[in-house]
């Protein structure tokens, strides 16, 4: 079982570059590396892990992981997933990669479909802050 309340595996084909990407996107919780850390107990922070492979002709070229730590899904899920360069950047929008001008955030309707919108939002309730 992973560790991530939601995950999610796509794949793009840049038109301009004829690049192939598989990105693995995760979301979760932050938690406190230790049981008796209280200061982060108390936050409520998000972090989304971000891993794209990118294949020229079939052929690997490379693994770029990052990771994103914010207090709020909802940017989170706003926030550019890949840069393509070019002022062209990958987005998780409609429960797929969207190639949109600039480096985010995406501000038109994200529009997930109701299952992953569903897993996000159960997510976000289950990720409450303890009454100190």
């Given amino acids: 079982m992973s560790r991530w309340c939601f995950e999610i595996g796509l794949d793009y084909r840049a038109d301009r570059t004829g690049h192939d990407y598989h990105v693995y996107i995760g979301f979760e919780p932050l938690r406190p590396l230790y049981e008796d850390d209280v200061a982060l107990k108390k936050l409520r922070e998000w972090v989304r892990l971000v891993i794209v492979d990118t294949f020229a002709n079939g052929v690997w070229q490379g693994t770029n992981p990052h990771v994103d730590i914010y207090l709020d899904l909802d940017a989170l899920l706003r926030a550019r997933v890949h840069d ?6 990958l987005f998780f929008v409609g429960g797929e990669l969207v190639k949109d ?3 985010g955030p995406y501000t038109k309707p994200l529009s997930h479909p109701q299952k992953i919108e569903g897993k996000l939002r159960d997510c976000e309730r289950a990720h409450h802050v303890p009454k100190s």
Avoid: H
Avoid at 84 to 89: A, I, N, V, Y
């Fill in 84 to 89: 393509l360069g070019g002022d062209e950047s």
């Fill in 101 to 103: 001008k600039g480096q």
